[in-house]
Antibody, heavy 118, light 109 residues
């Protein structure tokens, strides 16, 4: 069974940094595009970033471009999201998701909560 | 404000057929595949439809998707109480970003 487990969320002050991790199991991790999606509780889903199988291709939402960096370690079956210069509006639950091909996210983690507040 | 437009709410009675619309533009729905996700309260989203009208294994055939031009629809037939959830459409945009609809809260009366 494919499983994704996020970690690394927490409380951070505005301007601070945080690194999220997503540990994958039950799949050939390097074969799959991976995504980060966030959701403010009670609000809708917002796409954040994606990365291809070998890590050579990445894309970002305009709202995080230049502040967030997506990466992966295929030897450790782990996806990362380095978040710098955090703002209050980055407060959300962050989900990692695996794609079937590229943008079709068929397996999601349980989410990790990031709170940006002083 | 979301790039893709969905009605904020929809409702139906058990056994009924309901449809949820999703409107976009030529740079997203008009030129890329549409996906639909179901999110039950307190849980992570679940892929319902991919490539406009394809169902992953395990998704009942009561759920169907369609796309025409810059719009897409999700239809749920034989509505059941367990279908009460939030539904989101999504697509890739040619600006190299993913886009979601604002979500539709489905109530089973």
């Amino acid at each position: 069974e494919v499983q994704l487990v996020e970690s690394g969320g927490g409380l951070v002050q505005p301007g601070g940094s945080l690194r999220l991790s997503c540990a994958a199991s039950g799949l050939t991790f390097s074969f799959h595009w991976m995504h980060w999606v966030r959701q403010v509780p009670g609000k809708g889903l917002v796409w954040v970033s994606r990365i291809n199988g070998d890590g050579g291709s990445t894309n970002y939402a305009d709202s995080v471009k230049g502040r967030f960096t997506i990466s992966r370690d295929n030897a450790k079956n782990t996806l990362y999201l380095q978040m710098n210069s955090l703002r209050a509006e980055d407060t959300a639950v962050y989900y990692c998701a695996k794609a079937i091909v590229r943008n079709d996210m068929d397996v999601w983690g349980q989410g990790t909560t990031v709170t940006v507040s002083s | 404000q979301s790039v893709l437009t969905q009605p904020p709410s929809a409702s139906g009675t058990p056994g009924q057929r309901v449809t949820i619309s999703c409107s976009g533009s030529s740079s997203n729905i008009g030129s890329n595949n549409v996906y639909w996700y179901q999110q039950l309260p307190g849980t992570a989203p679940k892929l319902l439809i991919y490539k406009n009208d394809q169902r992953p294994s395990g998704v009942p055939d009561r759920f169907s998707g369609s796309k025409s031009g810059t719009s897409a629809s999700l239809a749920i037939s034989g509505l059941r109480s367990e279908d009460e959830a939030d539904y989101y459409c999504a697509a890739w945009d040619d600006s190299l970003s993913g886009v979601f609809g604002g979500g539709t809260k489905l109530t089973v009366l």
